[in-house]
């Protein structure tokens, strides 16, 4: 009998190491594949490439499966990291996670896994898919705290088809325990932050390279002037630190918070306290949809949805959807919703879809 292939993203860490090994002691025939996704500065101190093949290198060694090499960096640049740019410089605050999911991880390497042979592709995300009739769900990840469908919203039955999560049923000590159990060296490394393949760097730094600064002034709601920001691109909304106008006059001593930018003005406006009305927002509208089942949710139905990951999940309904938008309210007002970031649908554990905020 011929084992089913399947290549499985290595990224270095602990939860794509536990999924190779996992899928090798089903008897697939697995291949290890690296992506190499970003080549700017890499000889700074932040890029942890070079350190994150070693122990990919180490892992894949242990479990002795093959590990191979790609280099995504040019569709990663024109696909997200262009789009990443675009969005901040038009004063949004975007997820690269979700499009590097959707446009390297479960497409430029799904491409490339089928040159390899592979039937399947896998991944060490915390989600489930199952299989209802001809159709595939996606499925939040046992372990709730780690669960990443959040971020896989965006991904189409064809991609769902060809691909394994074979930890999406673990909690991560579990995926630990496993990996310390086999020996692998990475059982106890911490986990990835930062932007998808780029890493963990000062982010203002990182952004002013790829971004002209543009000072503008910092407003209260009356219009008085209380500061200056170094750009709108480096604010979001809710934020707290990093204004540079504690202790500013404004009438009391509560902390002061990123309330809304006004881009053609280039102005920041905050408001004083974490529970000002000015930061709650009950309404939204969402665009640029995508539905997992490729068929729009019932509009008037009782979902849930999140605005940020690791979010607790909130009712919802949905209106007015044409043309790629739709209207989300939600049963209460949800806090700091950031214009570019993404509402993620779902159906108790089904993720249907979502759409990026735009307003």
Same mark, same amino acid.
């Given at each position: ?5 399947v ?12 999924a ?26 932040y ?12 892992a ?11 280099n ?5 640049? &024109? $696909?997200? +990291?262009?789009? *990443? /740019?675009?969005? @901040?410089r ?8 979700i !499009? ?40 939040k ?28 049923h ?29 890493? &963990? $760097?000062? +982010?203002?730094? *990182? /952004?002013?390279? @790829? ?7 910092i407003?209260? !709601? ?138």
């Amino acid at each position: 009998m011929i084992k089913k292939r399947v290549v499985v993203g290595i990224s270095g860490g602990v939860d794509s190491s536990v999924a190779a090994l996992i899928l090798k002691q089903q008897g697939y025939d697995v291949i290890g594949l690296f992506m190499k996704n970003w080549e700017d500065e890499d000889t700074t101190e932040y890029c942890s490439s070079r350190q994150d093949f070693i122990d990919a290198a180490s892992a894949t060694d242990i479990i002795n499966i093959p590990l191979e090499i790609v280099n995504f960096s040019t569709e990663y640049k &024109e $696909r997200v +990291f262009g789009h *990443f /740019l675009a969005k @901040y410089r038009a004063g949004q605050t975007p997820n690269p996670d979700i !499009l590097c999911n959707s446009e390297i991880k479960f497409k430029a390497f799904l491409d490339y896994a089928v040159t390899l042979g592979a039937d399947y592709i896998a991944t060490g995300h915390y989600a489930k898919i199952r299989e209802v009739g001809r159709t595939f769900q996606l499925l939040k990840g046992e372990d709730g705290n780690k669960d990443q469908s959040y971020f896989l919203y965006r991904l189409n039955q064809k991609q769902l088809a060809k691909t394994l999560f074979p930890i999406g049923h673990l909690y991560k000590s579990e995926v630990r325990r496993i990996a310390q159990d086999f020996k692998l060296s990475n059982f106890a490394k911490k986990d990835s932050t930062g932007i998808c393949f780029i890493g &963990e $760097r000062p +982010f203002r730094d *990182f /952004l002013g390279r @790829y971004l002209p600064h543009n000072p503008g002034e910092i407003k209260t !709601l009356e219009g008085m002037v209380i500061g200056e920001h170094a750009g709108l691109m480096y604010h979001t909304i809710g934020q707290r630190q990093g204004l540079r106008i504690g202790g500013t006059k404004g009438g009391n001593d509560e902390p002061w918070y990123v309330s809304g930018k006004d881009i053609k003005h280039n102005i920041l406006t905050v408001v004083q306290g974490h529970n000002h009305p000015k930061l709650f927002q009950q309404t939204i509208t969402a665009t640029d949809l995508t539905w997992i089942n490729g068929e729009e949710p019932k509009q008037q139905w009782v979902y849930t949805a999140k605005i940020r990951y690791r979010q607790p999940d909130t009712p919802c309904s949905i209106t007015d959807i044409k043309n790629g938008k739709c209207s989300i309210e939600f049963a209460q007002p949800q806090w700091a919703i950031a214009p570019g970031q993404s509402v993620v649908i779902y159906e108790s554990k089904v993720c249907l879809g979502g759409g990026e905020i735009e307003s």
